[in-house]
């Protein structure tokens, strides 16, 4: 079945670092991707999305890229802020699914003054 | 109103006993998912219901777990027989575009069930 992979938390980053965050996934049809995220004492909300091989979600400063030849959907940002510190999470939705989200495990984000 | 809720926002049950979980959608959004998060699992997906169709109740993990729709709107999950692995946030989200993968989902901010 569908599944979606990411890597391994808690990630601490000083502020103004570059932030990676890999995610690669398993899928049959033609997913849609999606990155999540999840302020402390907050609901989960989405951060950004792609729908197609080669698009380029972006929002807040973070962006992803639909790579369809590595199955991936790896989050980044250039430089990152104290407020930053959260818990991502890496997601599919196949239309053969109906539309149910699939989620990556989550990443815990904390970024030091 | 503005978003989507949920409630209670904490339930604390002793196992063995059932307990019911609400969630109020974004009002005019058809579609409707439960999710659960427990530590260390990440996020599931439990069950689906999109207008008035058959619900998509394949990540219920038992049959102890059941959820309803009336009218179209308000939705409740219910678990009988609590047991201590239920012990999770229970997620409720809505969406206005039902099988189309690309449109947002709205999340509640959950329900805290802890089974002593």
């Known amino acids: 079945g569908d599944s979606v992979t990411q890597m391994e938390g808690p990630v601490t980053l000083s502020e103004e670092a570059f932030l990676t965050i890999n995610c690669t996934y398993t899928a049959t049809g033609y997913p849609s991707l999606f990155w999540y995220v999840q302020y402390p004492g907050e609901g989960l909300q989405l951060l950004l999305k792609a729908t197609k091989a080669d698009d380029k979600g972006s929002n807040k400063g973070f962006e992803a890229t639909y790579r369809k030849e590595t199955t991936s959907f790896h989050l980044e940002k250039g430089s990152v802020q104290v407020s930053d510190s959260a818990v991502y999470f890496c997601?599919?939705?196949?239309?053969?699914?109906?539309?149910?989200?699939?989620f990556g495990s989550g990443t815990r984000l904390s970024i030091r003054p | 109103g503005a978003g989507v809720s949920q409630s209670p926002s904490n339930k604390v049950t002793e196992k063995g006993k059932d307990v019911e979980l609400r969630c109020d959608p974004i009002?005019?959004?058809?579609?409707l998912y439960w999710y659960r998060q427990s530590l260390g699992q990440g996020l599931e997906f439990l069950i689906y219901f999109q207008g008035n169709s058959a619900p998509d109740k394949s990540g219920l993990p038992s049959d102890r777990f059941s959820a309803e729709r009336t009218g179209g709107s308000v939705s409740t999950l219910t678990i009988q027989r609590t047991q201590q692995e239920d012990s999770a946030v229970y997620l409720c989200?809505?969406?206005?575009?039902?099988?189309?993968?690309?449109?947002?989902?709205?999340f509640g901010p959950g329900t805290r069930l802890t089974v002593t």
């Open positions: 997601a599919l939705s196949d239309d053969s699914s109906a539309s149910k989200i699939i």
């Open positions: 009002s005019g959004h058809t579609a």
């Open positions: 989200a809505s969406s206005s575009f039902p099988g189309t993968s690309g449109y947002e989902q709205y």
